[in-house]
């Protein structure tokens, strides 16, 4: 005799996603970075004010959308260096999610949010006030120091709390797992990683390379794959319309920003020639 599943376990499995499609139009989805311009409080920030910051993330965000790109993550890419965690500044948490709004009133592509590194509950916070979909968490379980010497722990235990108490469920989680520009506590190899994410409940896993445009090397991608289940899989870093599609035989979707810019350089504006590029790579 079958033993039902209890109803709490039911709950909670019926939230995951069982393919990306239910979030975007394809199975496989190409989604494009809109980085923000430095937001006040980073280094780089220099009194030119929200508009300017906001023109530049929606002039981003329609060359992806012309492009081809089946959704976007409005990220603060230029709030360098990055703070982790419970330290990333409220004035930059309240600017990123005036730029997300903005941008998802101007397109109807389902729409991320990514905040550096690991915001955790505040990254849950820019999601729901600017309508996001889904939400990049850089590190949702294991433990890790980050490229600007900060220790940091997985977030999972007080996100998934908050998303529950703030009716935010809807909001589905992608997690990273051996994330770029940070190096993970000894002992946390790949298959423990991805082993805790999905036991925390993830909706999709992610993996990069080493730092900001450096592909994972395909093996590692194959072996996340394998270990992954029945979550999908998307890489994080390093496409191109050279390599995008050897990695779309492995994985479930790609997340693309350095490539696409103009000249491949990530401070300048997204070239909308290489968004068609990559994705008619990507597709092909």
């Known amino acids: 005799m079958t033993t039902p599943t209890p109803s709490w376990k039911a709950r909670l499995d019926a939230l995951q996603i069982g393919d990306l499609k239910q979030i975007f139009r394809t199975s496989k989805p190409v989604i494009g970075m809109v980085h923000c311009w430095p937001l006040p409080g980073a280094p780089g920030y220099t009194g030119y004010g929200m508009q300017t910051i906001i023109e530049n993330a929606l002039r981003d965000a329609h060359a992806l959308a012309e492009g081809g790109c089946d959704g976007l993550i409005v990220e603060n890419m230029w709030d360098i260096p990055f703070r982790a965690g419970p330290h990333i500044q409220p004035e930059s948490i309240a600017a990123q999610a005036v730029v997300a709004a903005a941008v998802k009133r101007e397109l109807s592509l389902p729409m991320g949010i990514n905040l550096v590194h ?75 990683h991805i082993e805790w994410t999905r036991f925390f409940g993830a909706d999709a896993l992610i993996v990069s390379g080493r730092m900001t445009g450096d592909a994972p090397d395909l093996a590692k991608v194959r072996e996340a794959k394998a270990l992954a289940g029945d979550r999908p899989v998307l890489i994080g870093s390093g496409a191109d319309e050279r390599n995008i599609g050897a990695f779309m035989e492995v994985i479930d979707g790609v997340i693309v920003g350095s490539s696409i810019k103009i000249d491949g350089r990530c401070e300048n504006p997204v070239d909308t020639a290489r968004v068609r590029r990559l994705v008619a790579a990507a597709r092909g």
């Open 118 to 192: 690991n915001g955790g509950v505040s990254l849950l916070g820019i999601a729901i006030a600017s309508g996001a979909e889904f939400i990049r968490v850089c590190m949702f379980t294991g433990a890790g120091v980050w490229d600007a010497g900060e220790w940091d722990e997985g977030c999972a235990a007080d996100l998934m709390r908050r998303r529950k108490e703030l009716h935010a469920e809807h909001i589905k989680l992608f997690a990273d797992v051996d994330k770029k520009h940070s190096v993970r506590f000894p002992g946390i190899d790949l298959a423990t």
